[in-house]
């Protein structure tokens, strides 16, 4: 029993023992580096601009422009976007600018090394030298007075003071300790202050006060005096550091020892109240009144050699190097720390804060870092730590730290000592992509590839498919304030588990499935990070979606954060987004782009955020609320202390005023002196206001703000006034062309937006008037219209005057024909009796035309009657054409599918049925229903075109469908009684003599219209009408269809027909000079037709100079083959045989249908000089199949733009193209290309198209 309890207990420590590895961190193996810090600068040199990189001298003018002295190129103004250079500004060359200084009045004092003092007043440059007074030209530095002089520090002859005219110079003589003066300075009460290699003199307004080592000064090389917050006068020695000066003891700095170097170059005092030093070779120092802060080359600075520094009004620092440029520092707000500052390894992937404030960064490759705000301590494998890639980490509510790593567990560290968890311990997977503690104390983890588990009181719990969590990649888990834990998923969006089951969440309001971070802010609201479709705000009414539509500036969302003051801090892959709370910031004027209730900023690049692609979840919020993010290139700090709202208002000025594109020189315009303006702005020199004539109306107009902050993301709204209605959108675009302006008066404003939406405080304005051309001014028009006045009135007065003399020359007309008319009244009495004797006559010859018109108007009235009568009959014998005509519209297709019970009424259709025949059509009834159209369009009343059609089916065959369609010679009523010989001859042949061979059944018809018309070939020898044409008959094309689908048997009844064709031969033929054959027409049979595919019908056909059109399928159906014609079994001479007709096909296609032409024989129906017995084609039909038989009329048909024939191709293309369409569509669509063609012509010939569609 007892070796039992052994067993039992060694087995529970030896399971034990592998169920988890715990070891203790041995401190002394940890090593530890000084934490460095890097700043966010921003360089300005030669590449951006500048013509000289050895800044001297600095100073910001009264529009917000910073100033800048060069060691030998003169003088530089910068507004931000772009730098002006004034190499030669007083006339010489290769000037060494020490000093520049902006007086009370907004004027610039340039103090140059041997070239005197340059005052500008922003139009021009005056210049002050020995010659006016100045004590030397060798200057070092300039201030002002309260009283307004401006002083100025030579190198070599002491101080002059300028009183805006004269020059009263102070040297060792009568004042100074030294006559050099490398720097002056006003204090608040206003003492000035002249430091010099010997010391420093003070002037207050009556007497100098000199001091050196013999009265305290520690040391006599003085560069720089500054004052600081408490009154305390701060001097800046070259060698010696600084030193405080206060009631009149001088007390040497007691951080002196902290400087990076002694050598000052220069100091300044903040807004804030703190104290930049610029050194030499040892960058900046920042006193803040408590310590030191260094900005050296390791601290971002682009060079130690700093001579020169200035506050502007947005309180950025600028920074003169020698050597490097010009350097812009805008705070604190951003700071780095990489590899460089002492980081095992630059990707940071988790950040957590123990209870002593300690930062542990977990990083890819360089395991875990230590931060204690001043070392960075490291734990890897000397530690104990088992792998380099430390994933993710969290702080349980124990104050032990928790790490993920990838691909070896979890580890947890408690005190000293490292516990290591791992699938065999029951954790789901060794890739632990997250891990969060919720309110119980439970342990989650997020892995790669295992679902996810918590642990909780040694146990680990997983959560994978069985619970309802779909997918085994999970980025990111939190918990809710009901207790429900939320996952975010790589490729299956949300789930929320209660702590039974695991449910999906979002299923259609979320757009992407990659969830790469969870947070739910202060008011219960989930934010989700999505990786490609930005981030989704979701509440109980509603999901919104912020992305880079509105606002976001990359839509890979890694990180979410909602900070102390309620603000939500969104990682991306471009940057990193700052959503300001409104409610907290409703006091600030921001004009910010608005998500909900937040304001939106983002930090980029050149926002100082370097870091730029932020790593997933890498974001912590400390206990002093700065904010810190991981990314793939460092790890930043945010300080919200130094993001303030920039609530300076960007003034914004007119740059320039191009005229057709070109620059011009408003100073010295000669080049348009037709253009007057007022006075030129003083800070770019472009007019206030401008009068242009009409024909200079071309402007561009370039604006530029003052906005030293980020000019680049400076935005401007603009409106023409006159011309523009609403102010321009906002845009970063700083220039707007004007062309073609009209004559008129103009206003152009101009707003500028800085990076936190603060607008100007007014628009700038710009006046500009085009003068109208003279003759579209007002005093042009005043006495255009006083002309026109004018100008009537006198052609009023010469018209009164014109009509005067007219009158006068009328009356004296009038007497001389008065005179006239009493000697002709004499005459005209005479001529009276005369005229009397003619009117009887006249009466007489009335009455006889009266009774000749009566004659006339009964003539023309028998006329009327007899064209009417004419009319009616022509109409009669159309509806009796029309009755012959077979009627589509009255059947489906051609023909009905009949019953038994049917059958006796089809004696109209197959008149020659009888009703012992009707039986035996049971089994005949088709198959086989046709869709048919008809285009039938004569050209007169009636009609020489006719159609015709009947079924027949004879005892022991199939039924047979035969449709015709001819033209007959002539169209009108000659053509008419043609049609209906035609119809009435093929009644005869077809349903009495029941011939169903095509090439027979148009012998037949020959023969009966040769005997019928007594044709002999001979002009003249017809007894019918000498104006009759011995070759009247007509063209027809005949197709007969078989009902049945193909089978073995014959085709059409044509052993029948051969024997009705014995019967009959060219003897009936009436005698003529004709060469015909002698012998009848011997036919032997023709075999029968093909056996086909399923689905196909026989026909045969034949043409008389008409042919058969077919469309099919290309795809679908098999190609058309024609079949040999009949033979001819008759004996014929040489001649004829070599003029048989040889039957050819053509082809037409388009990608889904081919049209296929079997040539007719070209020989009328009708006596013909080379008669010949018509050709016979039999056609395998399929399903799908459309037949196009027709007269010429349509191809004939002129019309079109040029007035030509429509033509057979354009048909056959027309046919082709519209082959898929119903036949009543196809039909309408011949109707209107035929009307479109015709136009406002005339149709020249009767018209008939049929189609069969199989």
Not at 892 to 900: E, S
Request: aromatic fraction near 12%.
């Amino acid at each position: 029993m007892k070796f039992s309890y052994f067993i039992i207990i060694t087995i529970f420590i030896y399971t034990n023992c592998l169920c988890q590895q715990t070891f203790k961190i041995n401190e002394n193996n940890i090593q530890s580096k000084p934490a460095g810090i890097k700043y966010n600068f921003r360089t300005y040199d030669l590449e951006k601009g500048l013509d000289n990189s050895y800044i001297l001298a600095l100073a910001e003018d009264k529009f917000g422009n910073i100033w800048l002295g060069s060691n030998g190129s003169g003088v530089c103004k910068f507004d931000g976007n772009d730098f002006k250079w004034f190499s030669n500004f007083n006339g010489a060359s290769n000037i060494v600018v020490q000093s520049i200084f902006k007086d009370s009045k907004g004027n610039l004092w340039i103090g140059t090394f041997g070239n005197g003092i340059s005052k500008f007043d922003g139009y021009n440059f005056i210049t002050f030298n020995t010659d006016n007074g100045l004590a030397s030209n060798k200057i070092w530095s300039i201030n002002e007075d309260n009283q307004g002089n401006i002083w100025v520090g030579t190198h070599d002859n002491g101080v002059s003071k300028f009183d805006g005219k004269n020059f009263i110079n102070y040297n060792i003589n009568n004042g100074l300790i030294s006559n050099l003066a490398r720097t002056i300075f006003k204090d608040n009460i206003g003492n000035i202050w002249i430091g010099s290699s010997k010391g420093i003199t003070v002037f207050d307004g009556k007497s100098f006060t000199k001091y050196d080592s013999t009265n305290g000064l520690p040391d006599e090389n003085i560069i720089a005096i500054t004052q600081n917050k408490n009154n305390k006068i701060i001097i800046g020695s070259y060698g010696d550091g600084i030193y405080e000066f206060k009631d009149g003891l001088f007390n040497e700095f007691k951080y002196n020892e902290q400087l990076t170097s002694k050598f000052i170059c220069a100091l300044l005092t903040d807004k804030q109240g703190n104290i930049w030093i610029a050194e030499s070779r040892g960058g900046i120092d920042k006193f803040d009144g408590n310590k030191i802060t260094h900005f050296t080359v390791k601290e971002g600075l682009n060079n130690n050699e700093v001579i020169a520094l200035i506050e502007d009004k947005a309180s950025n620092i600028w920074i003169g190097t020698y050597g490097s440029g010009l350097c812009k520092f805008s705070g604190e707000k951003f700071s780095y720390f990489s590899s460089d500052e002492g980081l095992s390894s630059n990707v940071i992937r988790a950040i957590v804060e123990d209870s002593i404030h300690n930062l542990w960064i977990s990083t890819s490759g360089g395991m875990i870092n230590k931060f204690d705000s001043q070392n960075f301590y490291f734990y890897n494998e000397n530690t104990g730590i088992n792998n380099r890639f430390i994933l993710s980490s969290v702080i349980d509510k124990n104050g032990n730290l928790w790490f993920g790593t990838s691909g070896n567990g979890a580890i947890l560290k408690t005190g000293n000592n490292l516990t290591y968890y791992t699938e065999n311990e029951g954790l789901s997977s060794n890739y632990i992509l997250n891990i969060f503690c919720d309110s119980k104390n439970r342990i989650w983890f997020g892995t790669y590839g295992g679902y996810a588990c918590y642990y909780n009181n040694g146990t680990f719990t997983k959560i994978d498919k069985k619970n309802g969590l779909t997918s085994n990649f999970i980025n990111i888990i939190t918990e809710d304030s009901q207790g429900n834990i939320w996952f975010g998923s790589e490729n299956d969006g949300v789930f929320v588990y209660d702590g039974r089951i695991v449910k999906k969440a979002f299923l259609n309001e979320i757009g992407n499935k990659s969830i790469k971070s969870l947070l739910f802010d202060k008011s219960g609201c989930l934010w989700i990070g999505t990786y490609g479709n930005g981030v989704y705000k979701t509440d109980k009414s509603e999901v919104k979606c912020f992305n880079d539509s509105n606002g976001l500036i990359n839509n890979f969302a890694q990180s979410l954060l909602q900070d102390n003051n309620g603000n939500i801090w969104i990682g991306t892959n471009k940057g990193i987004v700052k959503l300001i709370d409104n409610k907290e910031n409703k006091s600030k004027n921001i004009n910010l782009p608005v998500f909900e209730n937040y304001y939106i900023k983002s930090f980029g690049f050149k926002e100082g955020f370097i870091g730029n692609n932020c790593s997933a979840n890498a974001i912590f919020s400390d206990n002093n609320g700065k904010i810190w993010i991981g990314t793939g290139k460092n790890l930043t700090k945010y300080n919200p202390d130094f993001d303030n709202i920039n609530e300076i208002k960007p003034a914004v000025y007119l740059k320039e005023i191009r005229l057709f594109f070109e620059s011009i020189d408003w100073k010295n315009n000669t080049k348009y002196p037709n253009l007057k303006r007022d006075s030129l702005s003083e800070n770019y020199n472009v007019p206030y206001s401008l009068i242009a004539p009409y024909n200079y109306n071309h402007f561009t107009f370039i604006f530029s703000a003052v906005n030293m902050s980020f000019p680049e993301k400076t935005k401007y709204k603009f409106k023409l006034e006159g011309l523009d209605r609403d102010w321009s959108p906002s845009t970063n675009k700083n220039e707007i062309t004007y062309s073609g302006l009209k004559p008129g008066k103009y206003t152009f404003y101009i707003v500028a937006i800085n990076e936190d939406g603060v607008s100007s405080e007014k628009p700038y304005e710009f006046y500009l008037e085009i003068v109208p051309p003279w003759w579209e001014t007002n005093l042009f028009r005043i006495c255009a219209i006083i002309f026109i006045i004018v100008s009537i009135i006198l052609i009023i007065k010469f018209r009164e005057q014109k009509l005067q003399k007219a009158k006068e020359k009328l009356e004296q007309i009038v007497k001389e024909r008065t005179a006239e008319v009493v000697k002709q009244k004499d005459e005209i009495a005479n001529k009276n009796e005369e005229l009397s004797q003619q009117n009887e006559e006249i009466t007489a010859q009335r009455d006889e035309i009266e009774a000749q018109r009566d004659i006339v108007v009964s003539q023309k009235n028998h006329i009327e009657l007899i064209n009417t009568e004419i009319t009616d009959s022509i109409k009669y014998a159309k509806r009796i054409q029309e009755a012959m005509l077979p009627d589509f519209a009255s059947t489906r297709g051609l023909i009905p599918l009949l019953t038994p019970n049917d059958m006796e009424s089809t004696r109209e259709l197959i008149p020659l049925l009888t009703p012992s025949d009707m039986e035996s059509t049971r089994v005949l009834i088709p198959l086989l229903t046709l869709e048919t159209f008809i285009l039938f369009k004569p050209k007169d009343v009636v009609s020489g075109d006719f159609y015709w059609a009947t079924q027949i089916s004879t005892m022991g065959h199939d039924p047979l469908l035969i449709v015709a369609v001819a033209d007959c010679t002539g169209h009108g009523v000659p053509g008419a009684f043609m049609s209906m010989l035609g119809i009435s001859f093929l009644n005869d042949i077809v349903i009495k003599q029941k011939i169903t061979t095509p090439s027979i059944i148009l012998d037949e018809l020959r023969i009966a219209i040769i005997v019928a018309l007594k044709q002999t070939g001979e002009t003249g020898t017809q007894n019918i009408s000498s104006s009759l044409n011995v070759k009247d008959g007509m063209d027809m094309s005949l197709i007969v269809i078989n009902l049945q689908a193909s089978t073995s048997r014959t085709s059409v009844s044509e052993q029948s027909d051969l024997e009705t064709l014995k019967e009959s031969s060219v003897e009936a033929l009436p005698q003529s000079n004709i060469s015909v054959q002698a012998e009848p027409v011997k036919i032997k049979p023709t075999e029968a037709l093909p056996q086909s595919n399923r689905g196909s019908y026989n026909a045969q056909w034949a043409g008389a100079n008409n042919p058969l059109w077919l469309v099919r399928s290309s795809k679908e159906m098999p190609p058309f083959q024609k079949v040999a014609s009949l033979e001819n079994t008759v004996t014929q001479s040489s001649e004829l045989s070599s003029n048989e007709p040889e039957v050819r096909d053509t082809e037409l296609t388009n990608q889904k249908f081919v049209l296929q032409e079997v040539k007719p024989d070209k020989q009328p129906v009708a006596i013909y000089e080379n008669m010949k017995p018509f050709t016979n084609h039999e056609i395998q039909l399929y399903k799908g199949d459309i037949i196009y038989l027709m007269s010429d009329g349509y191809e004939d048909q002129f019309g079109g733009p040029k007035g030509k024939k429509f033509l057979s191709k354009n048909l056959k293309q027309l046919l082709v193209d519209n082959s898929q369409l119903t036949m009543k569509e196809q039909k309408e669509k011949l109707e209107k290309t035929l009307f479109n063609w015709i136009g406002d012509g005339e149709q020249i010939d009767d018209i008939t198209i049929l189609g069969l569609s199989i």
